[in-house]
Each structure stands twice: as structure tokens, then as C-alpha cells.
């Protein structure tokens, strides 16, 4: 089955700084999805990004479907950006998502 | 906006209880599905549903049943709990159109089994 790696798994910033996160998945895909999980545990849907680029504010993700990976951006972090971000491909019609472990950032005042 | 709200936050059940879990979403759609997140196995789906009434098993279908009577309610229950079924359980509705195929999640419930 379709493998998805995310890097790095643990991240600690300064409020302000910038961070690329990485999802690198071992097949062709045509769903490729970005949540972040809030330290209550609720997952929000950040990006549907199967392809090219988007940008939510200071969230953008980026998608190279022929090279199996995608990067999410976020910058001037800030406290609220602390949780779990994990990135999902959809695995098959039914809508299974097969899941990263996670990156697990820490934003710093 | 979407919305997938679950009946409770937080549970706490004795081993062998019947334990009910319900998930509702308000945008009419068709797919929804319950996970369950452990620390260093991530989320893993248990079942899911593509139609009222219509149900697949996931990766991990045992110990647990579904039902969906109508298309807004998917539940999830545990016929027989067990210490092993204590964890995070998120229920999930896909948006599926022209430019976007996205899953939306409700709150979780934290279910603990003693």
C-alpha cells in the first residue's frame, strides 16, 4: 500500500519564525490533504492540495506530484500554529485517507 | 462551513459495557467514517460508510459495529468494551465536488475503558 513519511517529526520555533514541514508519499496520488490537530485533539482541514500551490494567509501548501511530495509553509508563526500537523492521501474512491505520523510543532512566545 | 459534532468529549465506560458513539454532520453528505487515534500508531480507520446503510470495514474492524440509519448520523458502537478500546475516537464527513474531495472532522471523543 501507499506509504506517507512526514519530517521532521518534532519541531520547536520562536513566535515569528518560519517552517517548511515535508510529506513525502511512495505512490501516485490525485488527493493529497493537510490537517492540523489543536492540543484539544480537533482536526482541521488546512488544504485539499493534489497539485500546484495554495495560500490561506500565512499557511501555503505546495504540491509536486510527480517527484511524491508535498510542503507546507507557515510563517510568522505564532502560538496558536502549536499542534499536530499531519498531511493524508486518499488511499482509494471510498475515501480511505492513509495518514502520516505527524510533524509536532511547538511555537515559542 | 461544514460541521461534525460527536455526542461526548469525554467517557469513561467499565470493561464489558455497551458503549453508543454518535457522529452527526449537517451538509448532506454521503461518506463518513470513524478512526481511532493511539499515541505512536496514528489515526487508524475502524469503519466506514458510503450510504445510509452501507458500511466497509476499515483496518480495524474488530471489536466495534456501525449503523446508519439515516444519511446525517453514523455511530459507532462497541459491543463489549474493553481496557484495549480506550483511545480517541473521531468521526470524519467527505466533501466530495468539482475541485475538492476534503474530510471534515467533529471533536473526538476521549473514551476510557476501566
Known amino acids: 500500500g501507499i506509504q506517507v513519511e512526514q519530517s521532521p517529526p518534532d519541531l520547536i520555533l520562536q513566535e515569528g519564525a518560519n517552517s517548511t514541514l515535508r510529506c513525502n508519499f511512495s505512490?501516485?496520488?490525485?488527493?493529497l490533504q493537510w490537517f492540523h490537530q489543536n492540543p484539544w485533539g480537533q482536526l482541521i482541514n488546512l488544504f485539499y492540495?493534489?497539485?500546484g500551490t495554495k495560500q490561506n494567509g500565512r499557511l501555503s501548501a505546495t504540491t509536486v506530484a510527480t517527484e511524491r511530495y508535498s510542503l507546507l509553509y507557515i510563517s510568522s508563526s505564532q502560538t496558536t500554529d502549536s499542534g499536530v500537523y499531519f498531511c493524508a492521501v486518499l488511499y482509494n474512491q471510498g475515501g480511505k485517507l492513509i495518514f502520516g505520523q505527524g510533524t509536532e510543532l511547538s511555537v515559542k512566545p | 462551513d461544514v460541521k461534525v459534532t460527536q455526542s461526548s468529549r469525554y467517557l469513561v465506560k467499565r470493561t464489558g459495557e455497551k458503549v453508543f458513539l454518535e457522529c452527526v454532520q449537517d451538509?448532506?453528505?454521503?461518506?463518513m467514517f470513524w478512526y481511532r487515534q493511539d499515541p505512536g500508531l496514528g489515526l487508524r480507520l475502524i469503519y466506514f460508510?458510503?450510504?445510509?446503510?452501507?458500511?466497509e470495514k476499515g483496518d480495524i474492524p474488530e471489536g466495534y459495529s456501525v449503523s446508519r440509519e439515516k444519511k446525517e448520523r453514523f455511530s459507532l458502537i462497541l459491543e463489549s468494551a474493553s481496557t484495549n478500546q480506550t483511545s480517541m475516537y473521531l468521526c470524519?464527513?467527505?466533501?466530495?465536488?468539482?475541485?475538492?474531495?476534503?474530510?471534515?472532522f467533529g471533536p473526538g471523543t476521549r473514551l476510557t475503558v476501566l
Open positions: 492540495i493534489p497539485s
Open positions: 470524519a464527513s467527505r466533501r466530495q465536488g468539482a475541485s475538492t474531495d476534503t474530510q471534515y
Open positions: 460508510s458510503y450510504d445510509v446503510k452501507m458500511k
Open positions: 451538509m448532506d453528505h454521503e461518506n
Open positions: 505512490d501516485s496520488v490525485n488527493n
